[in-house]
């Protein structure tokens, strides 16, 4: 697959990109357009931007829909601009240092030295405008909002609501074609806010990997997650083994053990019992009861 564009409304595109199988997003106002995620490096940015360019020449500003290297590794390409998201800048920069570092090595050990290069080169570009709630974000015309989610994902998903075109750019809170990553996520709490989410019935759904889908396909997905977490919640009360819970997890084994060493992650251990104060073996005191044998005189 080459990358291509897809036009899912009225001046509303999704990217799709080869690596990864990732779908990045677009919106276009009067005034100016935002830009949805930037891809893995400055070089997948610059090619985005590029392709952005052939679509409208107008001024953009870039959203985070998470914080996984994917989705933010390409703004440097973009230049100086608003960048939103959900998390501070000192939070992607600690973190993004840390994802590259691993994903780096990953792409020599896999022997693609290339694209380790372009993502050790990549300067990376925090967020300079936070989201707390929600935010509408005036494009001239057209007004987005962008609204924090979670935790689910992640601990600071954001999605991208366009309501006069009624899409959903959901992030990596839904994916089609490949199971969701749980290496990060909160699997008991995750279905719970994409159902609240959908609450609005978007006709159309941009995931952050894999072809856009509409509403059904997402409500399907998220009766897909729900059921992830009870069978975490049931492999935790003793009801199934892990073994079991994995075997009948929706998304298959492997993503169901992530899910389930996730949870076990997040879930305290039970606390230690407090010690007990020995028991008082005194014996206790004896029990007197007083027989009273008494008698009234009634005559007057």
């Not at 001046?11 to 779908?23: G, I």
């Not at 990596?172 to 609450?199: C, K, M, N, R, T």
Request: net charge negative; proline share 9%.
């Amino acid at each position: 697959m080459s990358d291509r564009w897809i036009e899912v409304a009225d001046r509303v595109w999704a990217r799709r990109l080869e690596e990864l199988d990732q779908t990045l997003g677009l919106v276009v106002g009067d005034d100016c357009c935002l830009v949805i995620d930037t891809g893995i490096s400055a070089e997948a940015g610059f090619a985005f931007a590029t392709a952005i360019r052939e679509l409208t020449d107008l001024p953009w500003q870039v959203a985070y829909t998470h914080d996984h290297f994917d989705h933010w590794f390409g703004t440097s390409a973009f230049g100086e601009s608003s960048v939103w998201a959900v998390a501070d800048g000192a939070h992607y920069v600690r973190f993004g240092d840390e994802q590259r570092r691993k994903w780096v090595a990953k792409y020599r050990l896999d022997g693609r030295e290339e694209e380790a290069r372009q993502m050790g080169a990549s300067r990376l570009v925090p967020p300079n405008c936070r989201v707390q709630g929600a935010v509408g974000l005036n494009l001239g015309g057209r007004t987005v909002v962008l609204r924090q989610v979670g935790p689910a994902h992640s601990d600071n998903d954001m999605v991208v609501e366009v309501p006069d075109a009624g899409v959903l750019f959901a992030g990596d809170l839904l994916e089609q074609g490949a199971p969701p990553s749980y290496s990060s996520a909160f699997p008991i709490e995750w279905p719970q806010a994409v159902e609240h989410l959908l609450g609005w019935k978007p006709p159309v759904v941009v995931p952050g990997h894999g072809e856009p889908g509409d509403y059904w396909w997402a409500r399907a997905q998220v009766r897909d997650l729900a059921e992830v977490a009870r069978l975490c919640a049931e492999a935790a009360q003793g009801f199934l083994t892990e073994d079991e819970a994995a075997e009948h997890g929706p998304f298959g084994p492997e993503t169901m053990r992530t899910a389930i060493a996730r949870w076990k992650e997040l879930t305290p251990p039970a606390p230690e019992p407090l010690p007990q104060p020995e028991p008082d073996r005194t014996p206790p005191a004896p029990v007197v009861i007083y027989d009273f044998d008494y008698q009234i005189d009634m005559r007057p």
